[in-house]
């Protein structure tokens, strides 16, 4: 029986990779840890809650994805009107001051601050085209654009970063002082998985699969150095003793074991075609549209055009599909809008940014756990060697008292994927939303990035170096420049292993 059993994990581990389609094998709530499974326990199947990405292509034009907010016989009743969505008809200073009086009441300082900055898109050419392109939201037709010399250029926007897989141990701190609701995965325990080739260099995206004797299991996808960070407290609630590790790419595959307590990397040698010349990306930008959230969607919307053409004139002259999921809340004129990729940048500007107005949100938390399960499961990302991101723009954690889906599952699935979520919080964000965002950013390998300000507690202060969040030793940036740099980082790792 010990003979065969190498063979049998093998085919086990190739089952996981190849049946992409099912259920997930794991408990919605972790149960407490117990003893290993016994030795003589069937090697049971587990397979994925995800499809793997498979397109090949974004040439599509941008198309909307609605699912309504209202009410049904599982949602709470829509909370009390805290806008004035008529006084959205007479203008866009309107509509930005009832957005300001959102579920965080917003001081008046920040209510003027945002009154003065508020403005359409910079772009006095798309403004014709965007009259007659944009449908009317929330039933409410989109107020005139200002006249050009009416604009007033947004403020400057800055922005810090950290990266909590590069200092794991004031993570671990970080989540041991913070008690907040959120769903829990442990991660305090960590092996780093390598993919090489017979030269040494890192192959990205090979799919990975991982199995406990007992049969749970996970998934990754490598990034482009050829990494990824296991976590098996993570998935597998018995704490098994060993695992299979089965690694494929382009029809070759490897089998290695992760042997807990091992202090090396877990290491697996394939061998794999050189990555194309020219790298892919799929970014997607994951909002929070409600009410408290009309400074940052604005500031986005005049930055992006900037942020795009920059990631188009890296060294590599990347290959960008762009993508959009907008959420409020249940209750609200819409629960999420999706817009899948494309690579018409002018008209995904025009078409899916631009019309997108704050608005609703009448409690604190927001319909994020389904926002991020639409861009986890229903995007079209692309296959083979692509670089895929998610920029999370949000300013308050999930609601937790939903039910499914949950954070938690679609950040395990996300790494599954190769999907890496970089999480950056606006004003207003808590204790609760930091842990949830840098939850997401770490376990997939992203970083987590946060509003600055002169004055941390007044945002109104204008850009600076402060945050009330509790992050230490992180640079800062331009909002813009640090996404750009990001995603250069992505693509170096890429190009560093060719």
């Known amino acids: 029986m010990k003979a ?140 005139p654009q200002q006249p050009r010399e009416l604009q007033r250029q947004h403020p400057v926007v800055t922005a810090g970063v950290v990266d909590d897989n590069a200092d794991f141990r004031e993570y671990l701190a970080f ?102 010349a020219r790298a892919r990306l799929d970014l997607v930008f994951l909002i929070d549209a409600t009410g408290s959230m009309a400074d940052e969607i604005d500031k986005l919307k005049a930055t992006l055009r900037t942020i795009t053409a920059e990631v188009a004139a890296l060294p590599t002259r990347p290959d960008i599909c762009l993508g959009l999921v907008a959420y409020r809340d249940r209750g609200d004129a819409f629960l999420l809008r999706a817009h899948d990729f494309t690579d018409d940048v002018g008209d995904f500007l025009r078409q899916a940014l631009l019309p997108l107005r704050a608005g609703g949100g009448g409690d604190y938390a927001e319909a994020m756990n389904e926002a991020l399960h639409e861009t986890v499961h229903q995007l079209s990302w692309r296959g083979d060697g692509a670089t895929r991101m998610v920029i999370l723009l949000a300013d308050a954690p999930p609601h937790l008292d939903y039910g499914a889906p949950h954070y938690d599952e679609d950040m395990l699935a996300a790494l599954g994927k190769g999907i890496k979520i970089f999480g950056v919080g606006a004003s207003g964000l808590d204790k609760q939303g930091e842990y949830i965002q840098r939850q997401m950013a770490q376990y997939t390998g992203g970083k987590f990035v946060f509003l600055t300000y002169a004055d941390a507690r007044h945002p109104a202060s204008g850009p600076g170096r402060d945050t009330v969040h509790d992050v230490k030793n992180y640079s800062v940036d331009t909002l813009d420049r640090l996404v750009v740099r990001l995603v250069a980082e992505e693509l170096a790792k890429r190009d560093a292993g060719r």
């Open 4 to 143: 065969s059993r190498p063979a049998a994990c093998a085919l086990a581990a190739q089952i996981l990779l190849t049946a992409c389609t099912a259920t997930a094998h794991s408990p919605q709530v972790w149960p407490e840890p117990r003893p290993p499974a016994p030795q003589q326990q069937p090697f049971a199947r587990s397979y994925p809650n995800f499809q793997a990405p498979s397109a090949t292509d974004c040439r599509r034009p941008v198309a909307l994805r609605e699912e309504p907010g209202h009410a049904g016989p599982q949602h709470r009743p829509p909370p009390p009107p805290l806008h004035d969505h008529h006084a959205a008809r007479e203008s866009a200073l309107a509509d930005s001051a009832a957005a300001g009086r959102s579920r965080h009441e917003k001081s008046s300082a920040e209510r003027r601050a945002h009154a003065e900055s508020a403005m359409p898109a910079p772009a006095a050419a798309a403004a014709p085209q965007l009259q007659r392109s944009a449908p009317a939201h929330d039933g409410v037709p989109q107020p």
């Open 175 to 276: 989540r041991q002082r913070t008690h907040v609701a959120h769903r829990p995965r442990d991660v305090r325990e960590r092996y780093l998985l390598e993919v090489k080739d017979a030269r040494g260099r890192g192959i990205a995206d090979a799919e990975v699969a991982v199995q406990a004797p007992s049969g749970h299991a996970m998934w990754a996808r490598t990034d482009g150095a050829g990494r990824a960070w296991l976590h098996p407290n993570a998935f597998d609630p018995w704490r098994s003793s060993h695992y299979d590790v089965l690694v494929r790419k382009d029809g070759r595959q490897a089998m290695t074991q992760l042997v807990r307590g091992q202090k090396s990397a877990v290491e697996a040698v394939l061998e794999a075609r050189p990555a194309d």
